[in-house]
């Protein structure tokens, strides 16, 4: 339970700009004044002359005083703009780069190529992702890149003092001590990234999985809803082509059931449509699949099936139906049966021409007098399937027109690489890993190779570990590549094995580790490899499997570092000079550190940006998917009763709720029975428009069941609202339909209006029964026809 309100407090779902920048100047006021309680604390030890300067770290006070204040200045200013300017990018930018400018300030003090100032420069990255913009991120980042390498570079010629703060350890007791220190600086980065990004990335797949089955059902009866059915046959149809195996729909009508409406009301047609969705998935096989194709229709997917077997359990379904015992509130029993059109390929076919055929035999059977099944098989002419339509991946990165040829093309081909990547399963994606951490360590071999080959090399490396460290470096290409040969072997057996993930992870967590402790295990690469793969590693990879992974490299660092400190091993045994060992900062040292880490921060922060920014992109599609009807395009029934609920809530102590209007197309059955479902669709996209085009800005309109839509008019006097819904009306009254067969025909809806003329402490349920109420009165006065209710307190 604390661990999801942490969670749901850092990922803020609804936070505007101005609220999410308030989480970099958040963590600036923590790690400044955490850091300020740090420079006191060491200041009061009698032994602070071995490890830090103390003119300098009490020169650094009041600066980290004024950081701090800043840092205060910043927050008060985002709450006070929270309300007024809340989608400022602007505040955004400012407040990322006082994070980044400040964290480099800190890691100049301690030194520009520390194990903190990587650990902080790639986490923060990272972890920027979850609450920022991505421009406002990647200006961030390149401000602070460029800044430590310009203090690097600046070092290196002694243009500044490296690490001022700090003193280079000079025996056992200054080196445990310095120890302390760099593991002191880096520790609240270190817990907060880590932390941060496994809560919040965990959050946002569980929140698209759930979005995303929210984007796929059906809220009335819980089965699949239109869009979601009919990509299920989409793939089903490939399938079944590809393996030759035969295919069925069957498209059912509920018979009657507009009657059941209108004589017993929409909730009781609304239970039966629940149960009648029950009854039809108990007499479904595994395998087999049902949707909500329109009001009362259903389409049934069955793969495998054809002949006398789909028809078998097709007649299955109709008798399921016919057996449903439903009563309404005054006792009257409901009948409920079905009419079935099934139809099915053997050689293969698109998916349009079997749902079509199915609509088609769905006629015959209601013409043939209902609750009975027509089937037929379609002709081989008839399953010609068509070329299928190229499908362009989701774009993520900038338009790159204006790049030169070759960049585009590697852009574009990055771009489908990565569209792809949530098909692959986790033998493949280890894999990949193994393949980009087996290219890293030939990175570091040839720069062993490189050193062999200079004059000056004993200037700097200790000559007597360069041939053993090449050997090392082999023997672990060599393991990467006998893991890819294993994963190979098993990834189409076993795709997903949690043995083969984890011996990966661990090899690849340790061979990390043990590379990073021949140059200095408190060093830049390794600060930016410990935090910086693990946190990409959340997001492909198994949570559980890459925190023990990372916990694993990080207490082996831990224990090289004490290990070393206290003289058990020695510390960064190829670098030749003391100083060097502990505070390296000459041009040759800066050049290597950049050499083994730029390529590392490329791949990591182009995976995560590109992986992020799809997740982020696709995020915001399944929220509008799972908002709106994939027919019509207007707001589903779900979200148009939440937006009619929350209304209602808002203004129930402040004066006259909302009005809620009730509408239902007229003779639609007629419609679809006479010109088929394709025109009935058609009739409901128009209407949709119409109504979305009438309507005033701030009102909302939603399909509320199959021909029938509900209308919300907020803050709308009953007056003003029978008004607005009466030009509704005459606008739908207007509408001219050109079925397939060229027949021209009008539309027209009954319409019922509800709404409170003083606060009445109504809810939303009792504002739509009272709406549904009125519209039943204006079918029963001869429809096309407007009628009102005010609901008193």
Not at 745 to 757: D, E, M
Request: glycine share 10%; hydrophobic share 50%.
């Amino acid at each position: 339970m604390l661990t999801r309100k942490i969670t749901r407090a850092f990922t803020g779902l609804r936070w505007t700009r101005v609220e999410r920048a308030l989480a970099p100047a958040l963590h600036v006021l923590l790690v400044y004044s955490y850091y300020l309680a740090g420079a006191l604390f060491l200041l009061g030890r009698d032994d602070r002359a071995r490890v830090i300067d103390e003119g300098v770290v009490q020169g650094q006070i009041p600066v980290f005083a004024a950081i701090v204040g800043g840092a205060i200045l910043l927050i008060l200013t985002g709450l006070w703009m929270r309300r007024r300017a809340s989608d400022s990018l602007l505040f955004q930018h400012v407040c990322a780069q006082y994070y980044g400018l400040t964290l480099v300030w800190a890691g100049f003090l301690t030194g520009p190529l520390g194990y903190a100032a990587g650990v902080v420069l790639m986490g923060s990255a990272l972890a920027g992702y979850i609450a920022l913009e991505r421009r406002v991120i990647l200006t961030a980042f390149g401000t602070a890149f460029f800044a430590i390498l310009g203090l690097n570079l600046a070092t290196a010629f002694d243009l500044l003092p490296y690490a001022p703060a700090l003193r280079a350890p000079t025996d056992s007791a200054s080196a445990l001590l310095w120890t302390h220190v760099t593991f002191f600086l880096a520790a609240p980065h270190i817990l907060f990234v880590v932390g941060a990004m496994a809560l919040m990335l965990g959050f946002w797949q569980k929140r698209e999985n759930y979005v995303l089955r929210l984007g796929l059902t059906d809220v009335l009866t819980g089965v699949h809803n239109r869009r979601s059915i009919l990509d299920l046959l989409a793939a089903e149809t490939a399938r079944a082509q590809c393996a030759g195996t035969p295919l069925a729909v069957a498209l059912l009508d509920l018979d009657h059931f507009k009657r059941i409406n209108d004589t017993w009301g929409h909730p009781a047609g609304d239970r039966v449509l629940q149960e009648a969705a029950r009854a039809l998935r108990a007499c479904l096989r595994e395998g087999d699949a049902i949707g909500r194709f329109g009001g009362e229709e259903f389409l049934l997917v069955l793969p495998g099936l054809a002949g006398d077997a789909a028809v078998r359990l097709a007649e299955r379904c109709r008798g399921a139906l016919a057996a449903l015992e439903l009563h309404a509130g005054s006792g009257e029993r409901m009948p409920v049966s079905g009419s079935f059109g099934v139809a099915w390929y053997v050689a293969g076919g698109p998916a349009e021409a079997l749902v079509h055929a199915a609509d088609a035999l769905l006629y015959e059977a209601k013409q043939a007098g209902r609750n009975r099944v027509v089937a037929r098989e379609l002709a081989a002419t008839t399953a010609a399937s068509p070329a299928p339509a190229e499908v362009t991946p989701p774009r993520v990165l900038r338009s790159a027109t204006a790049l030169p040829a070759a960049r585009a093309r590697a852009l574009r081909l990055l771009q489908e690489f990565l569209a792809g990547w949530p098909a692959w399963n986790q033998a493949d994606k280890q894999i990949f890993f193994l393949g980009v951490s087996a290219l890293m360590t030939l990175n570091f071999a040839a720069w062993g190779v490189v050193m062999l080959m200079r004059e000056d090399r004993g200037q700097f490396v200790d000559m007597a570990l360069a041939l053993p460290l090449l050997f090392y470096l082999g023997a672990v290409v060599l393991g990467f590549l006998g893991l890819i040969g294993v994963g190979v072997l098993i990834r189409r057996r076993w795709p997903n094995s949690w043995l083969y993930q984890f011996v990966c992870q661990q090899y690849f967590a340790l061979t990390l580790v043990f590379s990073g402790y021949v140059t200095g295990i408190l060093s830049f690469p390794v600060g930016v490899m410990l935090v910086g793969l693990p946190l990409v590693g959340f997001i492909y990879f198994s949570r559980p499997l890459v925190l023990l992974s990372f916990a694993t490299s990080f207490v082996v660092t831990v224990v090289l570092a004490y290990a070393s400190a206290l003289g058990v091993l020695p510390y960064a045994p190829m670098l030749a000079g003391h100083i060097e060992r502990y505070q390296p900062h000459s041009f040759f040292w800066v050049f290597t550190f950049y050499q083994f880490t730029v390529p590392a921060m490329a791949v990591i922060l182009v995976l995560a940006d590109q992986t992020l920014g799809r997740w982020r992109q696709r995020g915001q599609q399944v929220v509008a998917i799972s908002r709106t009807d994939a027919l019509t395009q207007v707001h589903n029934r779900r979200n148009i009763l939440g937006l009619v609920e929350r209304e209602v809530a808002r203004t129930q102590r402040r004066g006259p709720g909302p009005v809620v209007v009730l509408l239902d197309l007229d003779h639609f059955k007629r419609i679809n029975d006479t010109w088929g479902h394709p025109t009935g669709d058609r009739v409901l996209q128009e209407a949709a428009r119409v109504l979305a085009a009438t309507l005033r800005e701030g009102d909302a309109v939603g399909r509320y069941g199959g021909e029938e839509f509900l209308i919300l008019l907020p803050e709308t006097p009953l007056a003003g609202a029978a008004a607005l819904v009466e030009r509704c009306r005459e606008q739908l009254a207007a509408i001219t339909i050109t079925a397939d067969n060229g027949d021209r025909f009008a539309i027209s809806a009954s319409f019922g209006v509800a709404g409170a003329l003083q606060p009445s402490g109504r809810g939303a349920e009792a504002l739509i029964k009272a709406a549904d109420e009125a519209l039943y009165r204006a079918k029963e006065l001869g429809r096309n026809r407007v009628e009102t209710v005010a609901l008193t307190a």
